[in-house]
């Protein structure tokens, strides 16, 4: 220990350190009236302030720590979280459609309902359309599918659909538009998730240093 203002660590704060080589980034802030210390300054060892200074205020810690940017650090880190397992949970989604690229069969489907949406989407909005179709083993199939723009089934009242025979159920329009609620959003979110975890890489840098343990 040393006296009040002083830079000196405990045994167990000096244990610590020799068992965990990841230190947190700190910066020396002199007290009121105490001249500006050189950028990166680190007081030897055994320092203790002079007693001609003026006294520094009640609770006055000499050392800085950077508290926004590990605020900024823990924000990233759980919004990376956030979002890679929303990009896992999605492209999960969206691997349902998969056996279509090799078993996909394509019909033409009725038209049950139409509603377009042009704020649905990008590009060109969100058509859902409600559609029944026959499977080639004769089953009437009904289920709801979409695309971008507003199409031209309104007008004819069908549309071609592709299904996978095996899960009747599973089905696209054939230009193979997902919906964002089937998880077509997976790869901005991992793109998404890549960036946060690059920021936190970078951010980590300045806010952490590591010392590796003495062999």
Known sequence: MTSAGGSGTSAVEHKAARSW???LRRRWKSAPGWPKPPR???PP???APDPQRPTPPAKWSHWKVPRLRLVVFVGLILLGIFMGVSAVQ???KSRRYAPLDYRGIITDAKVLSYNYDPDGGDPGGWTRDHVSFMTRDG?????TVGHHDP???NTTGTIRVIYDPLHPRVVLVTDYDIAPSDGSNWPAA???AGLCLIG???LGSRIFTWKPLPG
């Open 139 to 143: 089953q009437t199939i009904s289920a």
């Open 190 to 192: 991992a793109i998404f």
């Open 45 to 47: 060892a055994g320092w």
């Open 40 to 42: 990166g300054y680190v």
């Open 200 to 202: 936190v890489g970078a």
């Open 21 to 23: 080589p990841l230190h």
């Open 90 to 92: 999605d492209h999960a």
């Open 151 to 153: 199409g031209t089934e």
